[in-house]
Structure formats: C-alpha cells, structure tokens
C-alpha cells in the first residue's frame, strides 16, 4: 500500500461478545486499509473497528437513529475529522447470520461490512439511488481487489 494507514480493533461489550463466531482481525484491518487507499485517504488516517453484539448495535441504532432493531454496522464520524476518521461498529452475530444465508463466511462479511463503514467514514452515503450505485460500485471493486466474491444488488445497509 502506498499510505500508512493506523486501524485499531476493539470487542465491546467484552461480557456479552460470542467468541464462538471466529473473526480475522487482520482481514478487517486490511479491508478497511484497502478502502482507505482506493479512495486516497490521508495517509496516517485512524480508524477503530469495534466488534460487538446484536444487543449493543440495537441499543445504538435505537439511540442514534430512533430505529429499535439490531443492525449489522453503524459508523460514527469523527467530529474533529483530523486524522482520526471514526469508528465502525460491527454486528458479529448479524454478519453470521447473513453469511450463512448468503453461502460464504462470516469473514467475508464482515469485510464487506467493514468497507461499508469505512466508506461511511470517508462522507459516501447510499440515501439516493445515484448515491446507492456510487458507493456500491466502489465496494465490489475493493472486494473483487480483494479476491472475495460477494454481492449485494438490492442491499440497502
């Protein structure tokens, strides 16, 4: 990679964390290493990926978004937007659940899922369908440079 990126990871709420969904921390950081420098991050730009439960994510949608369901990844900006971009809250449970559903791992989604966030991070939203086309277009480019082979047309996450 041309820029040197900092990505933190972090499990939160530690008590209530399922280990039994195994997750490649390295994989996560890559993905979002990957988005930084498809999209020309500043280089020594930081990000903390929190792996958390079904439960947090609902406590926090519910919180910031008025919606009280569980969600698979939020991402909160940072305010001062120096080189610290923000943090990405990661569903393990919900990337399981959709894996299984979809046919490939847990770790391809929370990949894919980390991309997403990343992107949110970096000002990309999907709230318009020209938007929507934009940022999807970008994330299966940064799969595909990745060698994963996952899609979601109509995903609206």
């Not at 195994?22 to 979002?32: E, G, I, M, Q, W």
């Amino acid at each position: 990679m041309p820029y040197s990126y900092y990505i933190s990871t972090r499990i939160y709420p530690s008590s209530e964390f399922h280990a039994s969904i195994p997750v490649n921390r390295a994989k996560l950081r890559s993905a979002a290493e990957a988005t930084l420098a498809n999209r020309y991050a500043d280089p020594g730009s930081e990000i903390c990926i929190v792996l958390s439960t079904d439960s947090y994510l609902n406590e926090l949608n519910n919180k910031y978004s008025g919606i009280d369901t569980a969600t698979d990844v939020l991402s909160f900006p940072s305010e001062n937007k120096n080189q610290y971009l923000g943090d990405i809250i990661l569903s393990t449970q919900y990337a399981a659940r959709t894996a299984n559903g979809e046919g490939h791992s847990a770790n391809e989604e929370l990949q894919l899922l980390t991309i997403h966030g990343t992107l949110h991070l970096l000002g990309y939203d999907h709230n318009t369908p020209d938007k929507h086309k934009v940022m999807w277009d970008i994330q299966t480019e940064i799969l595909s440079n990745l060698d994963i082979d996952i899609t979601y047309p109509s995903r609206s996450t």
